[in-house]
């Protein structure tokens, strides 16, 4: 018994030596990745060891770098020695060519369409296994995008131009469109649709598991509740809240509905309804009289 706990015990010092080699290695790997970022900042890097690079560095590497260097006012792709003008502040933009919303967070840092369509190619060639266990792996051949290949206005943003429509609320970027593709108020209204869409998908998901109960259906509900949502004013905080928060806030506009919806009125009226919100505002931990109290808030005073 005892040589086998001698043999374990040496056995177990050896796993341990290692690991430690191991944990040795992985922060050696570590540290030339961080050199090799250090040599992308540099103004202008040879193709050729850029090429070389991506054996050292992980994709995150890479986009450290290129905030680095456009925090340098360098254009984010290695290989181009342009520095970077007058850096745009807005989030989106409206391509007047595609009639699409652009998310140009990422296409800020480059100079160019190229320059961004070359570095997002050569970011998606490094590969994504660790650094630690790339050494079983043979390197990825790495090609750098050609001149003449074209470029990209940024990532587009998913917002369909259908849905835009439905929601006839872009009738200022239809105007604006075709004048200057970059006015800040674009991009606010650009927000403003991302933040509508945010509260409309939070209510929806909600009601979803409410409606049923009250025997409606999402579309007994979903037209007024666009109108209703379309009149809100949004700011980046007042869209963020708990699920609790989001099925409390679905059930005091779904009274409010009432007033223009004979169904959700029909609805709200039934016993088992009036029930079944009580249970489920109990669980929030309020009562009944707390969710007339906030609808009341929202009605018209009283003469
Ligand atoms: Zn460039």
């Not at 509260?199 to 666009?226: A, F, Q």
């Not at 004013?233 to 409390?248: A, G, S």
Request: aromatic fraction near 6%.
């Amino acid at each position: 018994g005892k040589r086998i706990k001698a043999l374990t015990a040496e056995e177990e010092a050896r796993r341990r030596e290692e690991i430690k080699e191991k944990l040795r290695e992985k922060l050696e790997l570590e540290k030339r990745a961080l050199q090799v970022v250090e040599r992308l900042l540099e103004d202008s890097v040879a193709e050729d060891f850029l090429v070389d690079c991506a054996k050292f560095i992980t994709p995150a590497n890479y986009k450290d770098t290129i905030e680095e260097r456009s925090i340098a006012k360098l254009c984010g792709y290695p290989i181009c020695p342009n520095k970077l003008g007058k850096i745009p502040t807005q989030q989106y933009k409206i391509s007047a060519k595609t009639n699409k919303v652009y998310d140009i967070t990422e296409r800020k840092c480059f100079c160019s369409n190229f320059c961004y369509k070359a570095s997002k190619e050569f970011e998606l060639q490094i590969s994504k296994t660790p650094l630690w266990i790339r050494q079983h792996e043979s390197p990825p051949e790495i090609k750098l995008l050609k001149k003449g290949d074209g470029g990209s206005s940024g990532e587009e943003v998913m917002l369909s131009e259908k849905r835009l429509k439905e929601e006839d609320i872009e009738n200022p970027l239809n105007d604006r469109r075709t004048k200057d593709p970059v006015l800040p108020l674009i991009d606010s209204q650009a927000q403003h649709l991302i933040q509508k869409r945010i509260t409309v998908e939070k209510l929806t998901s909600c009601l979803r598991n409410i409606v049923g109960p009250l025997h409606l259906t999402m579309s007994d509900v979903s037209t007024d509740l666009n109108s209703l949502v379309r009149t809100f004013r949004f700011t980046n905080t007042n869209i963020i809240h708990k699920t609790p928060e989001w099925t409390l806030i679905a059930v005091v506009l779904l009274h409010l509905l009432s007033e223009v919806s004979p169904a959700v009125r029909e609805a709200l009226k039934r016993s088992a309804s009036v029930e079944y919100l009580n249970t489920l505002m109990e669980e929030l931990g309020l009562q009944e009289q707390d969710v007339l109290n906030l609808v009341q808030l929202f009605k018209p005073p009283k003469h």
